[in-house]
């Protein structure tokens, strides 16, 4: 009897551990197996200090600590063995739930995941049957080391994959060097860089033979080996968007791709609990601008306040785009008559006083206008006529997770916005939804990686929902105390609510009809949008 309840202890123990390691690799894989990175969500964010310091946690660290009592307390070891048992089949059933919740979110079947979890979990087998403790207990220690093996793991194959980058990146620099006539475009920035970076691509292939990075936002590894893989003497441009996480890779990355045009998209503070302040955030920023040659050319977005900010530091030939021509009066390149309705949007270009009529285009929300005006500027600068340019943009269609309109069995009109998650593509969001009559129910994943001010901006966004929604459908509960402030200062009629993916899809599916608006915004969004019975629009 006594092997029986070690055996199903032991079953329920590994069946646990398989589970957490799969969770905990996602996290590294969404934080780009960055040290500082899953530090500062363990330590910024609720669901952070939850798996640290939550009650599966607290009862672990309590089991631990109550195996003192065996000592002291004669045939309480057969009690001790039971309340373990009785945890990991609590563990197990709590996984279930969770799995048929939709809460579970596994990393990517990477061939990289499988090894780590797949070598962890050989380190832990060997550990558990060379048990130097009582097995219980043992089993214990175990399940609280596993993040750690997966962690050191992960930092040991860290550095031979710094070493095979580095070989990747040399390779591209002899590769890229050889291509004199290649002209290199680089959008940086903390928002909009992803959809500046499709329209630009599509506008130039009208004319231009273009290698493009295959990803939205890209490092120095991505960058080498879209070269290496892609690069050939047809190539005439190359199009990348640089996402840098630390003070020091957008140098990298310049370096690299030896951009000759820059465009400087939004900037925010949304990662800066990384760079530790705004004006480091600048700095790395303005690395890539200080690369260009004398011949160089600058581009930067009017409408963000650091980014107005750069412009006024670069000493680069630059010209300046803006939506806001009554805010940013000196702008060279102006979106006027912005007219946007639930599935279409039109407006007038002016560019370096000659003006344009963009018409008919299937994208909504206006932050399109602001990524499509320095791709029609580049476009008209490299030769490329109007009219070409105009046929290109009304074939648009959004990016995939960004501003997607789909019409869900209901009648109600579901905006798929879960590529990503930051403060500017909220507002954005939540001003598309005031062209809605009906219901107005926001989907949202809290954004992290704000350091000290995350509460505040939670409160300023909350407020700003409290205006536009009836609706506030939580994916977690990462600052939902700084929401509600916010949501409750301006309307205490707008409903706040934290769901699993199930939960949200049901409620959708419940209450949401015709002339109603879903707004999914976020990755965590994107797993209830998937329950969702849709149809896309476009």
Same mark, same amino acid.
């Given at each position: 009897?006594?092997?029986?309840?070690?055996?199903?202890?032991?079953?329920?123990?590994?069946?646990?551990?398989?589970?957490?390691?799969?969770?905990?690799?996602?996290?590294?894989?969404?934080?780009?197996?960055?040290?500082?990175?899953?530090?500062?969500?363990?330590?910024?964010?609720?669901?952070?200090?939850?798996?640290?310091?939550?009650?599966?946690?607290?009862?672990?660290?309590?089991?631990?600590?109550?195996?003192?009592?065996?000592?002291?307390?004669?045939?309480?070891?057969?009690?001790?063995?039971?309340?373990?048992?009785?945890?990991?089949?609590?563990?197990?059933?709590?996984?279930?739930?969770?799995?048929?919740?939709?809460?579970?979110?596994?990393?990517?079947?990477?061939?990289?995941?499988?090894?780590?979890?797949?070598?962890?979990?050989?380190?832990?087998?060997?550990?558990?049957?060379?048990?130097?403790?009582?097995?219980?207990?043992?089993?214990?220690?175990?399940?609280?080391?596993?993040?750690?093996?997966?962690?050191?793991?992960?930092?040991?194959?860290?550095?031979?994959?710094?070493?095979?980058?580095?070989?990747?990146?040399?390779?591209?620099?002899?590769?890229?060097?050889?291509?004199?006539?290649?002209?290199?475009?680089?959008?940086?920035?903390?928002?909009?860089?992803?959809?500046?970076?499709?329209?630009?691509?599509?506008?130039?292939?009208?004319?231009?033979?273009?290698?493009?990075?295959?990803?939205?936002?890209?490092?120095?590894?991505?960058?080498?080996?879209?070269?290496?893989?892609?690069?050939?003497?047809?190539?005439?441009?190359?199009?990348?968007?640089?996402?840098?996480?630390?003070?020091?890779?957008?140098?990298?990355?310049?370096?690299?791709?030896?951009?000759?045009?820059?465009?400087?998209?939004?900037?925010?503070?949304?990662?800066?609990?990384?760079?530790?302040?705004?004006?480091?955030?600048?700095?790395?920023?303005?690395?890539?601008?200080?690369?260009?040659?004398?011949?160089?050319?600058?581009?930067?977005?009017?409408?963000?306040?650091?980014?107005?900010?750069?412009?006024?530091?670069?000493?680069?030939?630059?010209?300046?785009?803006?939506?806001?021509?009554?805010?940013?009066?000196?702008?060279?390149?102006?979106?006027? *008559? +912005?007219?946007? !309705?639930? @599935?279409?949007?039109?407006?007038?270009? /002016?560019? #370096?006083? =000659?003006?344009? $009529?963009?018409?008919?285009?299937?994208?909504?929300?206006?932050?399109?206008?602001?990524?499509?005006?320095?791709?029609?500027?580049?476009?008209?600068?490299?030769?490329?006529?109007?009219?070409?340019?105009?046929?290109?943009?009304?074939?648009?269609?959004?990016?995939?997770?960004?501003?997607?309109?789909?019409?869900?069995?209901?009648?109600?009109?579901?905006?798929?916005?879960?590529? *990503? +998650?930051?403060? !500017?593509? @909220?507002?954005?969001?939540?001003?598309? /939804?005031? #062209?809605? =009559?009906?219901? $107005?129910?926001?989907?949202?994943?809290?954004?992290?990686?704000?350091?000290?001010?995350?509460?505040?901006?939670?409160?300023?966004?909350?407020?700003?929902?409290?205006?536009?929604?009836?609706?506030?459908?939580?994916?977690?509960?990462?600052?939902?105390?700084?929401?509600?402030?916010?949501?409750?200062?301006?309307?205490?009629?707008?409903?706040?609510?934290?769901?699993?993916?199930?939960?949200?899809?049901?409620?959708?599916?419940?209450?949401?009809?015709?002339?109603?608006?879903?707004?999914?915004?976020?990755?965590?969004?994107?797993?209830?949008?998937?329950?969702?019975?849709?149809?896309?629009?476009?």
């Amino acid at each position: 009897m006594l092997e029986l309840l070690f055996h199903a202890t032991s079953l329920l123990f590994f069946l646990s551990i398989i589970l957490n390691g799969l969770l905990w690799i996602r996290l590294w894989e969404t934080r780009d197996y960055q040290w500082r990175r899953v530090l500062i969500y363990l330590k910024d964010t609720n669901g952070g200090r939850n798996i640290l310091f939550g009650p599966t946690s607290s009862i672990k660290w309590f089991l631990i600590l109550l195996y003192s009592t065996t000592i002291f307390i004669n045939g309480f070891d057969a009690y001790y063995h039971l309340l373990v048992f009785l945890f990991y089949l609590l563990v197990i059933v709590d996984h279930i739930r969770k799995a048929y919740l939709g809460i579970y979110l596994f990393p990517t079947a990477s061939i990289y995941a499988i090894a780590i979890c797949g070598i962890a979990m050989t380190f832990a087998i060997i550990l558990f049957v060379f048990s130097p403790l009582d097995r219980y207990f043992w089993i214990l220690i175990l399940d609280k080391s596993f993040p750690l093996i997966i962690a050191s793991l992960i930092s040991i194959s860290s550095a031979f994959f710094d070493f095979g980058t580095d070989m990747v990146i040399n390779k591209a620099l002899k590769k890229i060097r050889r291509h004199k006539n290649l002209l290199s475009i680089a959008i940086i920035g903390s928002y909009g860089m992803g959809t500046t970076k499709e329209f630009i691509s599509q506008i130039l292939k009208a004319k231009y033979n273009i290698l493009e990075a295959k990803t939205s936002f890209s490092n120095a590894a991505e960058i080498a080996r879209t070269i290496n893989s892609g690069l050939n003497p047809k190539k005439q441009i190359f199009v990348a968007a640089m996402e840098d996480n630390k003070f020091g890779d957008i140098r990298e990355m310049s370096n690299i791709a030896i951009p000759k045009i820059i465009v400087v998209s939004g900037i925010n503070n949304g990662n800066i609990s990384m760079f530790g302040s705004m004006d480091r955030i600048l700095r790395s920023k303005l690395e890539a601008i200080e690369s260009l040659p004398k011949d160089g050319l600058v581009l930067f977005n009017g409408n963000s306040e650091y980014s107005r900010a750069l412009f006024k530091r670069s000493k680069k030939k630059k010209f300046i785009y803006s939506s806001f021509p009554t805010q940013v009066r000196e702008s060279d390149i102006i979106a006027e *008559n +912005v007219k946007e !309705n639930k @599935l279409t949007m039109s407006f007038t270009i /002016m560019v #370096l006083g =000659k003006k344009y $009529k963009i018409d008919r285009m299937k994208l909504i929300g206006k932050q399109n206008v602001e990524s499509l005006l320095p791709a029609i500027f580049i476009g008209l600068y490299l030769g490329i006529d109007f009219s070409t340019i105009r046929n290109t943009i009304r074939a648009l269609r959004p990016l995939l997770g960004t501003m997607d309109p789909n019409l869900a069995a209901t009648g109600a009109v579901l905006i798929n916005d879960t590529y *990503n +998650v930051n403060l !500017n593509s @909220l507002e954005q969001a939540l001003l598309y /939804m005031k #062209l809605y =009559k009906g219901k $107005k129910v926001l989907v949202m994943e809290p954004v992290t990686e704000l350091g000290k001010i995350a509460s505040f901006e939670h409160i300023r966004i909350g407020e700003k929902i409290g205006e536009a929604c009836d609706y506030l459908l939580l994916t977690n509960n990462n600052y939902k105390r700084s929401i509600l402030k916010g949501v409750k200062s301006v309307n205490g009629n707008c409903q706040v609510y934290t769901l699993p993916p199930v939960g949200i899809s049901d409620f959708v599916n419940k209450n949401c009809k015709r002339e109603d608006v879903v707004v999914f915004e976020g990755r965590e969004a994107g797993r209830s949008l998937r329950l969702v019975d849709f149809d896309p629009v476009y």
